[in-house]
C-alpha cells in the first residue's frame, strides 16, 4: 500500500470515527460538524473533477451547488404546501427523487454553459463561468415566490429509505456513504481512458487533438459531470441546513470550493476530504475567537501556495502519481 493510500485511509476512518463517537457522547453539534464536512468534501470532488483532472478553472460552481439546493427545497417545499409544481407535477420528500432530479437541472444547466465557456480559455474561461453563475444568483435573488434575497426555509426532512434523516448520525452516514460512492468514481474516472484524455487535454491539447481524440467534447462531458456531482451536495447541504439561500449560488462560495482543493491537494482523490476537513476545523476553531478568522485562513493558503504546492496531502503523502 502506497503512503498516499494510508493518507487517504486515515482520513476516511477519522471522518467515520469523531461523528460516532461524538453521538455515544451525546454531543450531536460534532456530528453535524462532520456533516458539514461530507458534503463540502463532496461538492469539492465534483470541482476536482474540471480543476483537478481537467485544468478547468471554474469560478461558476456555486451555479450548480446552489441549483441543488434549491431542488431539494422548491421539492419539499410544494410536497408540505401539497401544491402541484411545474406542469401539475407534485412535490416529493424523497431524497433519491430529489437527488435525480438535481443531478439532472445541473447537468442540464452545465450543458449550455460549458458548451459556450469552454470555447475560450484563461482568464476568459473563469470570468464567464463567473458570470453565469452570477446570472443565476440575481435570478434567485429576484424569485419572490421561493424566497426571494431571503431564502427559502424547508420545513420537512427529506426521507431516504430505511435511514431515520431526522438524527444527526444517521444523515452523517448517509452523507458519507455518499461521499465515498463519488470518491470511487472519481478514483475510476481518474484511471479510465476518459481520465487519461481528460488529463491530455490539460497538458497539451493539441497534441491530443492529433491523435483524434476533440479536447472540448473530452472537457464538456467533464464539465457537466463535475456540475451534476456539486449539484448533488448542494441538495445535501440543503437538507443539512433545512433552508436554501442565493447566498449558495454566490461567487463566496465557488471560491470557498477552489479553497478546498488547493488546501488539500489540486486533483488528489481525498484532496476535497483533507482541505474541507482544515477549513471547518478552522471555521469552528478560530470563528468562536474572532469574525476575522478567514485572515489567517489566508495566510495559511499563501503558504500552501507558495511551499507546498501539493496542499496538506502534498505535505503528508509526498508528490502525486500524476502531474
Not at 451547488?65 to 419539499?76: N, P, T, V
Not at 431524497?95 to 470555447?119: D, F, H, N, Q, T
Not at 464567464?128 to 420537512?156: K, R
Not at 436554501?244 to 488547493?262: A, F, N, T
Request: net charge positive; hydrophobic share 60%; with cysteine.
Amino acid at each position: 500500500m502506497s503512503r498516499e493510500a494510508v493518507v487517504n485511509t486515515l482520513l476516511a476512518l477519522l471522518l467515520l470515527a469523531v461523528p460516532i463517537a461524538a453521538s455515544a457522547a451525546g454531543e450531536p453539534f460534532y456530528v453535524t460538524l462532520a456533516t458539514r464536512i461530507a458534503v463540502l468534501a463532496l461538492a469539492a470532488v465534483g470541482l476536482n473533477i474540471a480543476l483537478g483532472l481537467g485544468g478547468l478553472v471554474s469560478f461558476g460552481h456555486a451555479a450548480f451547488f446552489g441549483l441543488g439546493g434549491y431542488a431539494a427545497g422548491i421539492l419539499a417545499t410544494h410536497a408540505f404546501n401539497a401544491e402541484p409544481l411545474f406542469f401539475g407535477l407534485p412535490g416529493t420528500t424523497s431524497m433519491p427523487v430529489i437527488w435525480l432530479v438535481a443531478i439532472l437541472v445541473c447537468g442540464l444547466v452545465a450543458l449550455p454553459i460549458g458548451a459556450i465557456s469552454l470555447r475560450t480559455t484563461g482568464v476568459y474561461f473563469i470570468m464567464i463561468t463567473l458570470a453565469f453563475a452570477q446570472m443565476i444568483y440575481y435570478f434567485a435573488v429576484s424569485w419572490p415566490a421561493y424566497g426571494g434575497e431571503d431564502g427559502l426555509s424547508i420545513y420537512v426532512r427529506n426521507a431516504f429509505p430505511g435511514v431515520n434523516t431526522a438524527q444527526p448520525l444517521p444523515y452523517f452516514l448517509l452523507c458519507y456513504g455518499v461521499l465515498m460512492l463519488v470518491l470511487l468514481l472519481f478514483w475510476l474516472i481518474g484511471g479510465s481512458r476518459f481520465g487519461t484524455a481528460l488529463q491530455a487535454a490539460r497538458q497539451n491539447p493539441v497534441r491530443l487533438a492529433a491523435v483524434g481524440i476533440a479536447p472540448f467534447r473530452i472537457r464538456l462531458v467533464a464539465f457537466v459531470l463535475s456540475a451534476m456531482v456539486t449539484g448533488l451536495a448542494g441538495a445535501l447541504f440543503a437538507d443539512l441546513n433545512r433552508f436554501v439561500s442565493p447566498s449558495m449560488l454566490s461567487w463566496h462560495m465557488s471560491g470557498e470550493l477552489i479553497v478546498l482543493i488547493i488546501l488539500g491537494g489540486k486533483g488528489r482523490l481525498f484532496g476535497p476530504l483533507a482541505g474541507a476537513m482544515l477549513y471547518v476545523l478552522f471555521e469552528y476553531a478560530l470563528g468562536g475567537i474572532t469574525e476575522r478568522w478567514q485572515f489567517f485562513l489566508g495566510l495559511i493558503l499563501l503558504g500552501v501556495v507558495l511551499f507546498a504546492r501539493g496542499g496538506l496531502l502534498g505535505l503528508l503523502a509526498g508528490k502525486a502519481r500524476h502531474g
